[in-house]
């Protein structure tokens, strides 16, 4: 595969596009603090000065940024993605938005002879360093089976569900999952310390039963703790409850656990909690009155 370009150099972004370094793969990076390239270069990496600068360069480019804004920012701004986008490059956008911010962008690519796949992931930090993400691409199949042999690099698993806004719903419909799981997870957890049980005596239950998952077994020991190692920020599951319950909106599905999750994990921003790991919705629970 031709060389790639990479915007966005978060804990996602700079563990994936780490991966591709050291599977062989040329990379062009770039991120909004450039600073963050540094580690990058070190490992091989060309620099790009800016997201239209890196679409110039390479023929295909992956991004993997916060949230719509970002998203869009890119692409439409200044020196963005659009000013260098044409014939024969491909632009792979791996962020979680919503399907409209990624309709818009794949109209926009469309309209200047460019090719667009949404390709968000599931999987956080540790799947993404040791390219075992799930990856949900929709949009051009052609686009799709090209970054095959980096999506191969980057993940387990690919799917490819069609047309584009298809891999953001999917995105978006698992991690409505999981924050309502995380909260039910920490109510739990609380019930067992408030009721006189021990919680790591309830991990080892949880483990050997129905309802065992990796995400139970890998934040619970933590939680016990009062620790949020930021893996998956939580500002931005808020953000994905927040589209996830605008999809409900859009199609008259009511989701009042999903509402409630999202209100604990609007609490714990407003606690100051958003750069912590979304487990830290587990404060919301230990902050409530009666749990002194
Ligand atoms: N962490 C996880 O477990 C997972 C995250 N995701 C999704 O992947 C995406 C990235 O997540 P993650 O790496 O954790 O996030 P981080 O917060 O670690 O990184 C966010 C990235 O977006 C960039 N960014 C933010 N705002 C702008 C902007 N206005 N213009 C340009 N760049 C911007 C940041 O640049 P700068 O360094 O300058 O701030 C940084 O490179 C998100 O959509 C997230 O929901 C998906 C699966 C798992
Ligand atoms: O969007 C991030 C979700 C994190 C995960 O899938 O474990």
């Known amino acids: 595969m031709e060389e790639i370009g990479f915007l966005g150099l978060g804990i996602m972004g700079k563990a994936m596009s780490m991966n591709l370094l050291r599977h062989g793969f040329k990379v062009t990076v770039w991120n909004r603090t450039l600073s963050r390239c540094d580690d990058l270069v070190k490992h091989g990496a060309t620099?790009?000065?800016?997201?239209?600068?890196?679409i110039k360069k390479c023929k295909y480019t992956i991004a993997m940024l916060s949230d719509p804004a970002a998203a869009l920012s890119v692409v439409f701004d200044q020196h963005g993605v659009l000013e260098q986008i044409c014939s024969g490059k491909g632009y792979i956008d791996m962020s979680t938005v919503d399907a409209e911010t990624s309709s818009k962008i794949s109209e926009a690519i469309a309209a200047k002879g460019g090719h667009f796949l949404e390709a968000p992931v599931s999987g956080s930090k540790k799947p993404a360093e040791d390219g075992q993400l799930v990856i949900l691409a929709a949009g051009e199949k052609a686009l799709y089976e090209a970054?095959?042999?980096?999506?191969?690099?980057?993940?387990?698993?690919?799917?490819?569900?069609?047309?584009?806004?298809?891999?953001?719903?999917?995105?978006?419909?698992v991690n409505m999952i999981m924050g309502s799981m995380m909260n039910a997870f920490s109510e739990g957890l609380m019930l067992a310390d408030k009721s006189g049980l021990n919680p790591q005596t309830l991990l080892d239950v949880?483990?050997?039963?129905?309802?065992?998952?990796?995400?139970?077994?890998?934040?619970?020991?933590?939680?016990?703790?009062?620790?949020?190692?930021?893996?998956?920020?939580?500002?931005?599951?808020?953000?994905?409850?927040?589209?996830?319950?605008?999809?409900?909106?859009?199609?008259?599905v009511p989701m009042p656990v999903a509402a409630a999750?999202?209100?604990?994990?609007?609490?714990?921003?407003?606690?100051?909690?958003?750069?912590?790991?979304?487990?830290?919705?587990?404060?919301?629970?230990?902050?409530?009155?009666?749990?002194?």
């Open 147 to 173: 970054a095959l042999p980096a999506f191969d690099v980057l993940g387990k698993k690919s799917f490819f569900l069609g047309h584009v806004g298809n891999g953001a719903k999917m995105k978006l419909v």
């Open 47 to 54: 620099i790009g000065e800016t997201p239209a600068a890196v």
């Open 206 to 252: 949880l483990d050997l039963g129905a309802i065992a998952n990796p995400m139970f077994k890998m934040k619970g020991p933590s939680m016990i703790q009062s620790s949020y190692p930021p893996a998956f920020p939580l500002k931005h599951q808020q953000k994905d409850m927040r589209l996830a319950l605008a999809l409900g909106d859009e199609n008259s």
């Open 261 to 292: 999750a999202n209100e604990a994990f609007k609490k714990a921003r407003s606690m100051g909690l958003g750069d912590l790991d979304f487990s830290a919705v587990h404060e919301t629970v230990k902050s409530s009155k009666g749990s002194s």
